[in-house]
């Protein structure tokens, strides 16, 4: 099954599947159907990667003022995280007292309800981290 079928039929934020480079090993996400790196010799080739979910906070902000129809509680903690491929992710931190939240503190992602749509009713998923076990 190829990539771009498989993203329409499960989201990828849910999954948190990336694509890992067969020739180099870098793993991206969201997805990428070209290696940046590898594409001038030509020798990429993307394949699905499922990320583990885990990594380190690089940098982080707490946010007192939400957005315009965020429902989650505020404040709120974003973070830039280095997952453990190598590739970077923004996420909110759950589960954590902002004292305890530091560059370096070990995170994996978990899965939140994040809006729901009041047109259609539908809830969207995604992830999030809290401090790893
Ligand atoms: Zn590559």
Known sequence: MGIARYWREIPQRYNLIGTKCGSCGRVYFPPKAICPVCRRKSIG?????????TGTVETYTIIYTPPP???????????LI??????????????????DIHIGM???????????????????YGYKFKKAE
């Not at 080739?45 to 979910?53: D, N, P, S, W």
């Not at 129809?69 to 973070?79: S, V």
């Not at 280095?82 to 004292?99: A, W």
């Open 45 to 53: 080739k993307m394949e699905e990667y499922k990320l583990k979910g």
């Open 69 to 79: 129809h965020f429902e989650g509680e505020e404040p709120y903690a974003i973070a």
């Open 82 to 99: 280095k997952m453990d491929e190598g590739c970077y992710l923004m996420g909110e931190i759950v589960d954590c007292d902002f004292e």
């Open 106 to 124: 070990k995170v994996e992602a978990c899965f939140r309800r994040i809006e729901e749509d009041g047109t259609r009713g539908a809830i969207q």
